[in-house]
């Protein structure tokens, strides 16, 4: 228990850092994380109606009723990643890694698990710049610099019942905090021209509500199918977002600062999935979510009637749909052969974009996944798991810079029999 807390600690200055390098995340509250675990990314984050007692499933809550009463399970990820950004066909390459999540889950009472975890929620981090000239004969030249960096982080508390037989209910109840920074600088090569600075920052402490519910219906002795829901309520999150102007020369300094009171909102977002087991030894599942973000409004630095102003704006976000193929096998979770203990998993993605740039729909996004849960077998435990993936991500709109992302997930579960009673004779 006490590794537990000491990665749960450390997991909270590591989450700090940002796990991108993408400029889509100037936009909005950032890239919107795939918040799942090592075994979930396997099948590219399948797990609405997955239920299995040896990993912590904490997308959907209500599975924690599944954990047995001897397990404690403590599950930790990282990620690292190339992604390739290209652009009119210029190409260019960036390298990151990334602490993903610390979880854990045991069961409480009969028929009563509760799980804790830290996992990011948004993600921002970029850094790029475009040179131009004012004029014909180049004399003036001036470079515009994007950079931003920060996120929004996610604690939760999760709580899985299973009230009658068959149909499990649950809830995380998460604390959300962070920031994010966001700067264009504008710099003339003329020693008297102004140098402009736009700002734009924002500081998070909120809540979010996540509610979930399985039901699984037996067809036969081997055949078991899934369903699962979650559902997370509206609401506003409770930040003062900043748009801080900045004109500068050699001699002076004047800075003008816009703000907007409770400026940013959390869309209703709904999910529900369908998995289907064999024998305990395959499981092939659907998954879809819907994100309101177009009910939701956004803080946007303009101009009207000469004057600016930073205001909400309604037109900014768009619902984002996605949709989730995948499944694992394993010929035989406690064989005697290694090779037939292992689970082979893969899956597929399609996600629309939430975001509207300049007016046009944002990228959409495209991802593969397979990968391997490895059991760790020694002479004291045979149910912890090693759980890599390769994930293949592609974003890519219209007009606008297409992305290749090409991810390694590692994650560790520790399944451990803490709470067996040992009787002497």
Not at 170 to 196: D, H, M, P, Q
Not at 269 to 287: E, T
């Amino acid at each position: 228990m006490f590794f537990a807390i000491v990665m749960m600690a450390f997991a909270l200055v590591a989450n700090a850092q940002s796990g991108t390098n993408s400029p889509y995340s100037q936009f909005g509250l950032g890239i919107l994380s795939d918040q799942t675990s090592g075994f979930n990314r396997g099948m590219n984050g399948l797990g609405i109606g997955y239920r299995q007692g040896n990993q912590v499933n904490f997308i959907n809550p209500a599975s924690y009723s599944s954990m047995d009463s001897l397990t404690f399970i403590f599950d930790a990820g990282i990620s690292g990643q190339i992604t390739n950004f290209e652009e009119n066909g210029v190409k260019k390459n960036a390298k990151n890694a990334n602490f993903e999540y610390v979880v854990a889950a045991f069961r409480l009472r009969k028929h009563l698990g509760v799980s804790i975890g830290i996992l990011p929620f948004t993600n921002v981090g970029y850094n790029y710049s475009s040179t131009e000239s004012l004029n014909d004969d180049r004399s003036v030249i001036y470079t515009n610099t994007y950079d931003g960096k920060g996120g929004i982080r996610q604690v939760y508390l999760g709580i899985g019942w299973e009230p009658i037989r068959n149909l499990s209910v649950g809830a995380n109840f998460s604390y959300l905090w962070g920031n994010f920074e966001r700067t264009i600088s504008n710099v003339y090569s003329e020693s008297t021209a102004k140098t402009l600075n736009k700002i734009y920052k924002a500081t998070f402490n909120d809540y979010q509500l996540n509610f979930g519910a399985q039901y699984s219906l037996p067809l036969n002795t081997k055949d078991v199918v899934t369903l699962g829901a979650t559902f997370s309520p509206k609401h506003r999150m409770g930040a003062d977002p900043e748009c801080l102007i900045i004109s500068s020369t050699s001699t002076s300094r004047d800075t003008t600062t816009h703000s907007v009171e409770n400026g940013f909102e959390l869309p209703m977002m709904v999910s529900a999935g369908l998995m289907f087991s064999h024998n305990k030894q395959l499981n092939v599942g659907v998954d879809y979510s819907l994100q309101r973000w177009g009910s939701t409004t956004f803080p946007v630095y303009g101009v009207e009637n000469n004057q600016p102003v930073y205001k909400l704006s309604n037109d900014y976000f768009m619902d984002r749909h996605k949709i989730t193929v995948g499944g694992e096998y394993c010929r035989g979770r406690m064989a005697r052969r290694f090779i037939d203990r292992l689970h082979y998993r893969a899956g597929v993605s399609y996600a629309t974009p939430y975001v509207k740039i300049n007016g046009h729909d944002g990228p959409k996004e495209i991802s593969v996944s397979a990968g391997f849960g490895i059991p760790i077998v020694n002479g004291w435990n045979n149910r912890s798991f090693l759980n890599i993936s390769g994930q293949w991500v592609r974003q890519s709109g219209k007009g606008m810079i297409t992305e290749n992302s090409f991810r390694i997930n590692i994650g560790v579960t520790f399944n451990e029999r803490w709470f067996q009673k040992w009787q002497v004779e």
